[in-house]
């Protein structure tokens, strides 16, 4: 007995479909602009642009596959049901048309992908010779330090670029293994010791946006943040002409007090006494907007808990506690670094 027709799939498949794709249309161009700071589909750098144009490529693609395939599995069961208890469906054994189909229809998606990805790979494996921007970045556990060598700028978890120009980043590790992501630009490149990892990418966008370490390296991974914040090429310009000078002389107590406890045992002031490199440069610590690797507000409130007591901050950091340190003292010296700009 020849199967009846009878309602067709697409009644089921209708409704949600409209939903979906509704959702997707409107949720979209608004967002283009926001600063979702872990997004990685509203790109803010040329790589980021060209990654998210063959992730919107191929995701449509699965979205057509997805119907496509989905669709006639349903159209097939429900068309070819078994429709009385006496009653055997048809019984088939190969179907060359259908099986040559099912060979070409992904061999031709897969070339579809393929030939704008293998550029796109290509040339952001070339890295630049002569890029406008030069950045070390050298990963310790828990801070990044950026180190700027054309330039003779150093600083710590906060570092500046100047828009619209390329940017090559040396990224090598003072201990174990991290990973640099800044994610609204793009690539996400682990940071090795005794070994030169490179990334590049051009800012196209002014703002700041948030980044952190992405390759677990102990206890205060999840909380070892960076920020990038791309300036105007001029607010850039006199962003390193701040930073390559030395520290403000000071004859504060703080300053004093600095400079006889333990703080230069490992941090450098440039233009004082204390140049020791185990933990961040604070020459301009003043003038960053976040301490602890991105963790706190540099507020002096918080600047005095980090000095006085890093451990309850974040546990294991290498920054010791101090908790013998008087409160006047904290005050006297988390008002002296604050006064670094
Ligand atoms: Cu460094 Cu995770």
Redesign the pocket.
């Known amino acids: 007995m020849r199967p009846q027709r009878r309602g067709l799939p697409l009644r089921i498949v209708a409704p949600p479909l409209l939903l979906i794709t509704a959702l997707l249309a409107a949720g979209c161009t608004q967002w283009a602009d926001a600063n979702l700071p872990q997004t990685t589909v509203f790109p803010k750098s040329d790589f980021n642009r060209e990654i998210v144009s063959l992730y919107t490529l191929i995701f449509w693609m699965a979205v057509v596959v997805f119907v496509g395939v989905e669709g006639f599995l349903l159209y097939t069961i429900i068309r070819f049901r078994r429709r009385s208890d006496n009653q055997m469906p048809t019984q088939t054994h190969g179907n060359t048309r259908l099986e040559i189909a099912w060979t070409i229809i992904p061999s031709v998606v897969l070339l579809v992908i393929a030939v704008p990805t293998i550029p796109t790979v290509f040339s952001y494996d070339t890295i630049p010779a002569n890029p406008a921007q030069r950045v070390q970045v050298i990963?310790h556990?828990?801070w990044w330090e950026f180190r700027y060598p054309d330039l003779g700028v150093s600083t710590a978890n906060e570092f500046h670029l100047p828009l619209g120009q390329t940017v090559v980043f040396d990224l090598n590790s003072a201990d174990?293994i991290?990973?640099f992501w800044v994610p609204q630009m793009g690539g996400k490149r682990d940071?090795v010791p005794e070994r030169t990892n490179q990334l590049w990418f051009t800012p196209e966008r002014t703002g700041e946006f948030p980044g952190q370490?992405?390759?677990?390296?102990?206890t205060q991974?999840a909380q070892?943040r960076l920020r990038l914040i791309v300036d105007t090429p001029e607010a850039f310009q006199s962003w390193v002409a701040q930073q390559r000078a030395p520290a403000a002389q000071a004859t504060s107590a703080g300053a004093q007090l600095f400079q006889q406890s333990a703080c230069p045992a490992c941090h450098t002031i440039r233009g004082t006494a204390a140049h020791a490199e185990v933990g961040p440069d604070l020459t301009h610590i003043g003038s960053r907007k976040r301490i602890a690797a991105d963790v706190l507000d540099n507020t002096p409130e918080n600047l005095k808990r980090w000095i006085r007591d890093a451990q309850s901050v974040k546990v294991g950091v290498k920054m010791p506690s101090f908790p013998a340190l008087t409160d006047s003292d904290a005050d006297q010296l988390a008002s002296y670094l604050q006064s670094l700009k």
Not at 213 to 218: I, K, L
């Open positions: 990963g556990q828990w174990v991290h990973s940071v370490c992405v390759e677990f390296c102990g991974h070892m």
